[in-house]
C-alpha cells in the first residue's frame, strides 16, 4: 500500500508516519509539508508545498497512493473563526478535492476531534467547522473515509507537541501516562497510526471512531 500523509512535522503526523516506516504492509509514503521535516527513509518521498488552499500543481503526484492519512490540524485558541475555518475547512477541501480528482478509489482518513458537530448547528465554532469538514469527506465519494475524534492524545517514542500548552500538560501528566493509557477513551500517537493502518488493509462499517474506538481497532496488536 502507499499513503499519503498531512501535517508529519506535528505530534499526530509525525506518530502516524513512525508507524507506517515500520510496517512491511506500507510501501511508500509521500509527505506533504510546508518545510523539510529532515528525515531520510527509502520509503519517504517529500514534496514542500506552500499553499495548502491549492494543490493543482502538485495533485498528479497522488495518483498511485491508496490512502491519504489528513493529520494536520490548529487549535481554536486565541484565533478567530475566520482563520481556523481556513486552516481546517479550505485546506482540507483542497486536499480532499486533489486526491479525489486523481483517485476516486483511494481512502481518505481525517483526524478531527472529540466533540465534533456533525449537524454542524451546535453553539462551539470549532465542533461545527470540524463537523462540516467531517461531512465533506464522508459525502465525498471514496472508496471508503474514516473521521478519528480522539480525546486525548499520548505522544509516544519521543515525539512531542508543536502546541506549547500541549506541552506544558503532557510535561505535567508524564508520570502518569501509564495510568491514563489503561483508560478507553485515552489513545497514543502509536495506536492512531496503527489504527489507520488497519483499516486500510481491513475496512469496517463504523466510520467515525472514538478514542476507545481507535484503541479496540488495534487491541490484538
Known sequence: MKVIITGATGMVGKG????????DRIEQILLINRSDIDLKHPKIKEIIHQDFTDFSSVQQEFKEYNACFHCMGVSSVGITEEQYYKFTYTITEALVNAVYNTNPNSIFIYVSGEGTDSTEKGKSMWARVKGKTENLILNKGFKDAYMFRPGVILPKRGITSKTKLYNVFYLITRPIFPLL???????TTE???????????NQQQMKILSGSDINQTV???
Open 191 to 201: 495506536k492512531l497510526g496503527k489504527a489507520m493502518i488497519e483499516l486500510i488493509n
Open 16 to 23: 502516524v508516519l513512525l508507524e507506517c516506516l515500520d510496517d
Open 181 to 187: 493509557q489503561k483508560m478507553k477513551s485515552v489513545t
Open 219 to 221: 487491541i490484538n496488536d
